[in-house]
């Protein structure tokens, strides 16, 4: 039968909600992106989850504790810390109680574009400052690099490359794998799923809440569970 691959956006953050360029700013949900989160959680509740994957920010990590609350395993979400610091050797887990939580590796691989200077600005009046055409570019073409911030192509060098290590060998194993990311991240590895061009990447939209799902099989991918 093979493994699960469920992608999935995190909710709407107070940002988004404000319409504001986030980028790599640290900002948690906002109320409707719990909602989000929730309703999300019971598309899934019933699908078993072996790993989870996400990136190093707020909203992501809080949509991971929201969709993992009332799994119909039980399980607890059991945030890693593989840093050789206190952080990491003080966090260790003994006993059995590992085997009722469900371990979750967080990579900065994983964040959302940098958007550089435009973090933090409105979209609508960056729009009228710099001109619409020229916002569209920054925040819709696959090279255009915002100021001092990143190109869709610059996320997509880090976030598959990840995707590619750490991620297909869980899902080689035989692992159902829960990833929480941000829209352009997702975008980069939707983009080698499903062999999409730049022009076709480029105009995929990746609602907040929003799941996609695969199944996995000695290397052959297909949209859809297969459970």
Known sequence: MGSQLILMRHGQSVWNKKNLFTGWVDIPLSQEGIQESLEGAH?????????VFTSTLIRAQMTVGLVL??????????FMHEEKDKRG???????????????????????????GTLQGLNKTETAQKFGAEQVQKWRRSFDAVPPEGESLAMTIERALPYFLKRIVPALEEGKNVLVVAHGNSLRGIVMHLDGLSKEEIVKLEIATGEQIMYSYNKGQWKKGLSI
């Open 43 to 51: 598309k899934i509740k019933d699908i078993p989850i072996d790993v």
């Open 69 to 78: 609350l009332d799994h119909s395993s039980g399980k607890v979400p059991l």
């Open 89 to 115: 050797l003080w966090s260790q887990v003994y006993g059995n109680t590992f085997e009722n939580m469900i371990p979750v590796y967080s990579s900065f691989e994983l964040n959302e574009r940098m958007y």
